[in-house]
Antibody
């Protein structure tokens, strides 16, 4: 079965950096677009970024553009999110999500990794 | 871009039906039949329940249905059950390979 396991979350000071990872298994990772979606504590879902199946194209929400970089290592079945210049409003549970490129459905979600930006 | 607009909460008794609206603009909901809906129970990851406006993934109850008119998409849950109590989020393709979520609706089964 599809499994997505996020790691790398933690507490970081404002202005700091953090890299999240997502290990994928149970499907052919290199066939799928991948997304990061976040959820601030007690708040709703926010789409953050996506990367094409082959890593050639990447797209970002305005809220993180210029501060975050999504990447993937297909031979290692791993998705990454590098976050720089972190702000308090970036505090959230970050979900790694598999996407269906034809329907734009987010069809499999990890359990999330928590990022807390605080001094 | 602003989030799609959903009611903050809805409530109904078991066996009744409810409809959750999701209002966007001509840049997102109104331009693409690429609306999906997600159910999220407390402490759990979201689960897809509707995609491309009306389609249900395998395993999702036929009590869940979706529709769209103009800039507004809707999720209807019929024959409400206690297990349907959860948060529900709509999501639309918004052009430029981006997605936009609604603010979420908390469903309470009385």
């Amino acid at each position: 079965q599809v499994q997505l396991v996020e790691s790398g979350g933690g507490v970081v000071q404002p202005g700091g950096s953090l890299t999240l990872s997502c290990g994928a298994s149970g499907f052919t990772f290199s066939d799928y677009a991948m997304h990061w979606v976040r959820q601030a504590p007690g708040k709703g879902l926010e789409w953050v970024t996506m990367i094409w199946y082959d890593g050639t194209n990447k797209f970002y929400a305005d809220s993180v553009k210029g501060r975050c970089t999504i990447s993937r290592d297909n031979p290692k079945n791993t998705l990454y999110l590098q976050m720089n210049s972190l702000r308090a409003e970036d505090t959230a549970l970050y979900y790694c999500v598999r996407g269906d490129s034809s329907t734009w459905r987010l069809d499999n979600w990890g359990q999330g990794t928590l990022v807390t930006v605080s001094s | 871009q602003s989030a799609l607009t959903q009611p903050a909460s809805v409530s109904a008794s078991p066996g009744q039906s409810i409809t959750i609206s999701c209002t966007g603009t001509t840049s997102d909901v109104g331009s693409y039949d690429l609306v999906s809906w997600y159910q999220q129970h407390p402490g759990k990851a979201p689960k897809p329940i509707i995609h491309v406006v009306t389609k249900r993934p395998s395993g999702v109850s036929n009590r869940f249905s979706g529709s769209k008119s103009g800039n507004t998409a809707s999720l209807t849950i019929s024959g409400l059950q206690a297990e349907d109590e959860a948060d529900y989020y709509c999501c639309s393709y918004a052009g430029g390979s981006t997605l936009l979520f609604g603010g979420g609706t908390k469903l309470t089964v009385l």
